[in-house]
């Protein structure tokens, strides 16, 4: 099993570009999460799903998308970037109400 | 609201010794889960631990342990005879399952550095 994977590990982005960061999973796990985190302030939740064709809003969605077509896939896009959306992000999956695994991190740097 | 609270930004012992890491949580919620993560140097997220809150047992894994006091509203976390290798941010976490939807959404603390001086 891979367990949860994410790609691109690193990307630079101009202001006003978009973008996917992929994370998929192979646990079939029904719950994916993703989180940024940001030097002194742990991680924060972005978006989350608990099922194909079910997502929702965290505590920090703003300028960000989400869709669950498959179990397997949780993409989190990025509409228009900004500098203050520079950040490690996170993808994680659980089984409902289980412990979350968590996927290697994406770093984001926008100029 | 739900609140993880770790006040210690950084520690640092010399090999051998043993350290406690601190978490306080808040909760209005009567049935919740409380969860520490490790992020060593090369940034990824390890699970160490996770206690719902109807088990206080405290739990010893090796070297790492874990009191959970409901009482105190605490979650803390003792590494006994610390190593080179614990040298990394430990996260304290707090999730309320929603029973209508199981979302494990985590509501994390700050993280406390580390540091194993040899």
């Known amino acids: 099993n891979a367990g949860v994977t994410q790609t691109p590990k690193f990307q630079v982005l101009k202001t006003g570009q978009s973008m996917t960061l992929q994370c998929a999973q192979d646990m079939n796990h029904e719950y994916m999460s993703w989180y940024r985190q940001d030097p002194g302030m742990g991680l924060r939740l972005i978006h989350y799903?608990?099922?194909?064709?079910?997502?929702d809003q965290g505590e920090v969605p703003n300028g960000y998308n989400v869709s669950r077509s498959t179990t397997e896939d949780f993409p989190l896009r990025l509409l228009s970037a900004a500098p203050s959306q520079t950040s490690v992000y996170f993808c994680a999956s659980s089984t409902l109400g289980g412990a979350g695994y968590f996927g290697p991190g994406t770093r984001l740097l926008v100029l | 609201a739900q609140k993880v609270t770790q006040a210690q930004t950084e520690i640092s012992v010399v090999e051998k010794e043993d350290v406690t890491l601190d978490c306080v949580y808040e909760t209005r919620d009567t049935t919740y889960y409380l969860f520490w993560y490790k992020q060593p140097p090369s940034g990824e997220l390890v699970f160490l631990i996770r206690?719902?809150?109807?088990?206080?047992q405290n739990e010893i894994s090796g070297r790492y342990s874990w009191n959970f006091q409901k009482s105190t509203s605490s979650f803390n976390f003792t590494i006994t005879a610390s190593q080179v290798v614990d040298s990394a941010v430990y996260f304290c976490a707090l999730s309320e399952v929603p029973y209508s939807t199981g979302a494990n959404n985590l509501f994390f603390g700050t993280g406390t550095r580390l540091t194993v001086i040899p």
């Open positions: 206690r719902n809150s109807f088990d206080e």
């Open positions: 799903s608990v099922g194909a064709g079910i997502t």
